[in-house]
C-alpha cells in the first residue's frame, strides 16, 4: 500500500513549503515508509513507501525544465507486463527499470493510450508540463484508489482520503448520491461520500486543466472476442494456464507474500496453485505463508477442517485466527480510529489488526484474496445467462433440452425458468409493472424516487447488441465488484495490501469469452474449474458443498446492542436526510431477530452508516448535514461532517 499525494496550482503560484509537510503527518499514520517530498513551482509531490532494493523501489525523476520530455509520473501499484512494455517501448536495452520508468516513457510514446496497455494493480498521477495537465488514472478493476478534488485555482489528488478532507477544512458536505448508493445497489465507483472529492473511476482516466476537467474510460471487455474449442480438455488447459499466470504475478514480490485460506473453491486454488509454481522452481516467486479464520461458537460455519485440509497438503499450517474471540460487532469504532468511508466497527478494526500483527512487523505485506472466483466460475448455480444465450442464438430445441435439464436440477417448474430467461429483454417500463429492485424497504419513498435510476441498476436489461447475455451478464457482476472495492478503504492499523488472483485482466478474458455451459453445468456447479484443478486441489476441496454464510453471531449481537441501536433510530440522521423510514426499519429489526434474515446485509448496512455519520458531532438543523471537525489523528485536522512484485509507490 504506497500513498501518493500531489498538488498542482493552476495560476503557477509555488507549493506553500509547509502544506506537503503536514500532509505527510496525515500519511504517515498509513505507512511508516520513509516519504519523499518534491516540490517545483506549483507542483508538489508526497510519496511513502517502505520497499528495499527491487526493480520497483522508489525513484524520484525530474526531467529540465522546458524539456519535452518534462513529464513527472507518480506511481502506486504492480506493472504485471512490464517486461513486454519495455520491448514495445525500445527500452528493454536499458537493463531493468522501474515501473515509474516504463510507465513514463509509455505515456511520451503514446499519450494517454498508454493506460489500456498496463496490466496490474495501480494507480497513476501524471503531470504534463508541456500540455499544462494532471492526468489521473486507476487499474481496469479499481482494486487501488485514487481521489482528487478540484478548486478554482488548483486540483489536489490522493490515493486515501484523508489529506483531501484535511484541505477542505469545514467546506465538507454529505453527498446522498453516495449514502443511497451504500443502502441499496453499492456507489458508482467514481463517487466519495462527500460533495468536492471525487474517486477517479475504474478503468478510467481523468484530465485536469486549468479551465475544464473531463473523464474517459480507456477499458472495456470485447463482447466480440470468443474462445472456441473443440473439446473441454483445452478450456481446461487454457484456464491453467492463465489462473497460473495470474498467480505468478503476485507472488513476483520483495515483500511477505499472504493468502486467505478459509477452505473453500477459490482461496484454495489460489494457495495450492502458489504451491506448485513454488515446487516447480519458479524464479521469482515467494514462498506463500495462509491466514484462516474460524469461529467455534458459529455452528453454520466451521471451515477448520477445510483449510486444515490444504494445510496437510502443503506440509505447513499457516495463521489461524479465531474470530469467534474478536469482539466489537456493530459497536462504533473509538474516535482516533475514525474511517472517511462508512463500514467500519470495532470488529473490523480489531480484525485488520489482527492480520497485520500476524504478519512481519515494520513493513508491508501483500495478501491474496479470492474475490471474483465464486462471482465469475459458477459458484452460484444460475442458468439463466446459458439459457438467455440459446435464446438469442435462436437454438429453440437446445434451449428446451436445457430448460429441462435445468428445471430437474433445480427442482422449478420448466416454465418458471423459460419465463426467467425472457422477462429480462422487456423494456424497463414494462418490468416496473410487476416487478421492483431489491433493496432494503425501509428506503424511503422519496429516495427511491428521487434516485430511480441508481436503484434500478441491478434491473439492468438484456439487449441484443452488447456481445451475448452471458456476457452481459458477467460485465455486470464485474461492475458490481469494482463498486465494491471502491467501498474499502485502509486503516492505520492497515499493514497489507489486497491483491484479488480472480480479477486478473487476462483471466477475466478468458472467462468472459468462452460458453457458458463450459463454466456451469447442471449437477456440475463450478464446472470448468473443478475439471481444469482436479490434480491440483485436495479431493475434499473438490466436493465440498457451497459454504453456509454466517448469521447466528450477527443476530446474537444485535439482539445484545438493540436497546442502543433502537435509540439511534428514534429519530436516526438517516432519517432525518430523508434516506429512510425509521420505524420500517426498527419493524425489519423486529422481524431479523424471529427468524426473517432475508435482509440482515441491509440491516448492518444501515447501523454502520448511522453510527459513522454520528461519530462526527455537529448537525445543521433536522436536515442531519454534518460540517467538517476536528478528529483525533495524527496531523489530520478535519472530521468529515456528520478487500507479484511488490506494489510501490514511484515517482519519475
Not at 13 to 36: F, N, R
Not at 132 to 152: E, H, I, P, W
Not at 234 to 258: C, G, I, M, N, T
Not at 542 to 551: D, E, F, G
Amino acid at each position: 500500500m504506497g500513498i501518493q499525494f500531489g498538488t498542482w496550482n493552476f495560476d503557477g503560484q509555488p507549493v506553500a513549503p509547509d502544506l506537503l509537510e503536514g500532509i505527510c503527518a496525515i500519511t504517515s499514520a498509513y505507512d511508516p515508509g520513509v516519504p519523499i517530498i518534491e516540490s517545483r513551482g506549483s507542483l508538489g509531490v508526497l510519496l511513502h513507501s517502505d520497499v528495499d532494493g527491487d526493480r520497483n523501489a522508489l525513484r524520484a525523476e525530474f526531467q529540465p525544465p522546458n524539456s519535452q520530455a518534462d513529464v513527472v509520473v507518480a506511481w502506486d501499484g504492480r506493472l504485471d507486463n512490464a517486461e513486454e512494455m519495455a520491448s514495445q517501448l525500445h527500452a528493454d536495452r536499458l537493463g531493468p527499470l522501474a515501473d515509474s520508468d516504463i510507465v513514463k516513457r509509455a505515456y511520451q510514446s503514446w499519450g494517454s493510450g498508454c493506460f489500456r496497455k498496463l496490466i496490474g494493480d495501480w494507480a497513476v498521477a501524471i503531470w504534463d508540463a508541456v500540455q499544462q495537465r494532471v492526468l489521473l488514472a486507476r487499474d481496469f478493476a479499481g482494486v487501488r484508489q485514487l481521489y482528487f478534488s478540484r478548486q478554482t485555482k488548483s486540483v489536489n489528488w490522493c490515493t486515501v482520503l484523508d489529506p483531501l478532507l484535511h484541505l477542505q477544512k469545514h467546506n465538507c458536505q454529505f453527498r446522498d448520491e453516495y449514502l443511497v448508493g451504500y443502502l441499496s445497489t453499492l456507489p458508482q465507483s467514481n463517487l466519495t461520500p462527500y460533495l468536492g472529492i471525487s474517486a477517479v473511476p475504474a478503468g478510467s482516466f481523468v484530465v485536469v486543466e486549468p479551465r475544464r476537467s473531463s473523464a474517459e474510460g480507456y477499458w472495456r471487455f470485447n463482447p466480440a472476442q470468443r474462445t472456441w474449442y473443440t473439446n473441454d480438455a483445452d478450456y481446461e488447459e487454457h484456464f491453467r494456464v492463465v489462473l497460473r499466470q495470474s498467480v505468478k504475478r503476485r507472488l513476483r514480490s520483495s515483500a511477505p507474500v499472504f493468502a486467505e485460506l478459509s477452505g473453500g473453491m477459490d482461496s484454495s486454488s489460489i494457495v495450492c496453485m502458489a504451491d506448485s509454481l513454488c515446487s516447480e522452481g519458479d524464479d521469482g516467486s515467494s514462498e506463500l505463508q495462509t491466514i484462516s479464520y474460524y469461529d467455534e461458537s458459529e455452528p453454520n460455519w466451521d471451515e477448520a477442517p477445510y483449510f486444515s485440509v490444504v494445510e496437510h497438503q502443503r506440509g505447513r499450517q499457516g495463521k489461524h485466527l479465531n474470530l469467534g474471540s474478536v469482539q466489537g460487532f456493530l459497536i462504533q469504532p473509538d474516535r482516533e480510529d475514525f474511517c472517511p468511508l462508512p463500514g467500519r466497527d470495532r470488529f473490523t478494526l480489531q480484525l485488520g489488526k489482527l492480520i497485520s500483527d500476524s504478519m512481519p512487523a515494520g513493513r508491508l505485506s501483500v495478501l491474496l484474496s479470492g474475490l471474483g472466483g465464486d462471482e465469475f466460475l459458477g459458484g452460484v448455480p444460475n442458468p439463466v445467462a446459458e439459457l438467455q444465450d440459446l435464446f438469442v442464438q435462436l437454438r429453440w430445441l437446445s434451449l428446451l433440452k436445457s430448460v429441462m435439464r435445468w428445471s430437474l436440477e433445480r427442482r422449478r417448474p420448466w416454465f418458471h425458468l423459460l419465463f426467467d430467461t425472457t422477462e429480462e429483454f422487456l423494456p424497463q417500463a414494462v418490468r416496473r409493472l410487476y416487478k421492483q429492485p431489491r433493496i432494503p424497504p425501509w428506503i424511503s419513498h422519496s429516495i427511491r424516487k428521487q434516485y430511480q435510476e441508481i436503484i434500478e441498476c441491478q434491473m439492468s436489461r438484456v439487449t441484443f447488441h452488447d456481445g451475448s447475455p452471458s456476457f452481459q451478464a458477467n460485465v455486470n457482476t464485474f461492475e458490481h465488484i469494482s463498486r465494491q472495492l471502491g467501498c474499502y478503504a485502509p486503516t492505520r492499523h492497515t499493514r497489507f495490501t489486497f491483491t484479488y488472483p480472480y480479477l486478473d485482466r487476462d483471466l477475466l478474458e478468458f472467462l468472459f469469452s468462452v460458453p457458458r455451459s463450459q463454466i456451469l453445468r447442471p449437477g456440475q456447479r463450478r464446472s470448468l474449474m473443478k475439471r481444469s484443478l482436479a490434480k491440483i486441489l485436495p479431493e475434499q476441496i473438490l466436493q465440498r458443498r457451497r459454504k453456509a454464510y454466517v448469521s447466528r453471531s450477527p443476530i446474537k449481537a444485535m439482539q445484545e446492542l438493540w436497546p442502543v441501536t433502537q435509540g439511534m433510530f428514534r429519530p436516526s440522521l438517516c432519517g432525518m436526510r430523508g434516506i429512510i423510514d425509521d420505524a420500517a426499519f426498527v419493524a425489519a429489526m423486529e422481524r431479523a431477530f424471529f427468524g426473517d434474515t432475508d435482509w440482515l446485509s441491509g440491516l448492518i448496512a444501515t447501523v454502520k452508516l448511522e453510527q459513522w455519520l454520528r461519530a462526527m458531532p455537529e448537525t445543521n438543523g433536522r436536515s442531519g448535514r454534518k460540517t467538517a471537525t476536528p478528529i483525533p489523528r495524527p496531523g489530520f485536522a478535519v472530521n468529515p461532517g456528520n478487500v507479484q512484485r511488490e506494489p510501490t509507490t514511484s515517482l519519475s
